[in-house]
């Protein structure tokens, strides 16, 4: 039994595949996906399939996943009269905002879909959890796709709004907790100073695994029983 945790995809099914492939992902492991599956590139609804089948894949939300379920509801509802008549300006803005981030490929790729396929999808994005905690071999782990605004050392995750969690990067200068591991994506390695290009970034009990999949890089894993790190291509 291993843990494993990758993030930021954007549609890259084939670059998640040959990273599952290379850690030999089993039933007995744990996989937490920790945001950002859609957008950019074009297969994110294909990889939600794909996670929503496998029950050892567990999801965390990211800030794309929280801009498609509030575009969802809007754009899958059937188009009468009635509907055009009542659209409102805040729903019409959030299908722009979503489409300045890379969210058209997947409305394409969503109206492709049956109704019911379309169902599942928006069933599957409910199950998102805003965080996750996990101990592995007697190390402490946070994991939440961008940072912890507002942060202070007396607050509970539980406390925290999913906006705080899902925008704003955190400071990898900044020990959050001195006996947890944080592990973020959001940010790509390659924007952060210090880090490596598209590799995993260790700093101040940070672990920062977005290695540029949205942007032409790659997909990053890291094993955190040992804290081996995987990657496509
Ligand atoms: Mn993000």
Do not use: W
Request: charged residues 25%; negative net charge.
């Amino acid at each position: 039994m291993a843990v494993y945790v990758m993030s930021d995809l954007h549609g890259n099914y084939d670059g998640f595949m040959s990273v599952l492939k290379k850690i030999n992902l089993t039933f007995d492991d744990y996989l937490f996906i920790n945001g950002d599956v859609v957008d950019r590139g074009v297969d994110g609804i294909k990889i939600l399939q794909y996670m929503m089948m496998q029950p050892n894949i567990y999801p965390i939300m990211g800030n794309h996943e929280y801009a498609l379920m509030k575009v969802l509801d809007f754009v899958s509802q059937e188009l009468t009269k009635e509907s055009l008549e009542t659209v409102s300006v805040e729903d019409m803005q959030n299908v722009f905002e979503y489409q300045n981030i890379g969210g058209q490929v997947t409305l394409n790729a969503f109206h492709r879909l049956t109704r019911e396929e379309q169902q599942d999808i928006m069933e599957y994005l409910k199950e998102f959890t805003p965080y996750e905690e996990i101990s592995v071999n007697g190390k402490d782990f946070v994991i939440v796709h961008a940072g912890l605004a507002n942060f202070t050392k007396e607050r509970k995750l539980d406390d925290y709004q999913l906006f705080e969690l899902l925008f704003e990067a955190p400071d990898y200068e900044t020990v959050y907790y001195k006996d947890k591991y944080l592990v973020t994506g959001h940010v790509p390695t390659r924007a952060i100073e210090g880090a490596k290009p598209d590799e995993i970034y260790f700093a101040n009990n940070h672990i920062a695994i977005d290695c540029g999949s949205g942007f032409g890089g790659r997909v990053g894993c890291i094993r955190l029983d040992d804290f081996k790190c995987f990657y496509s291509k």
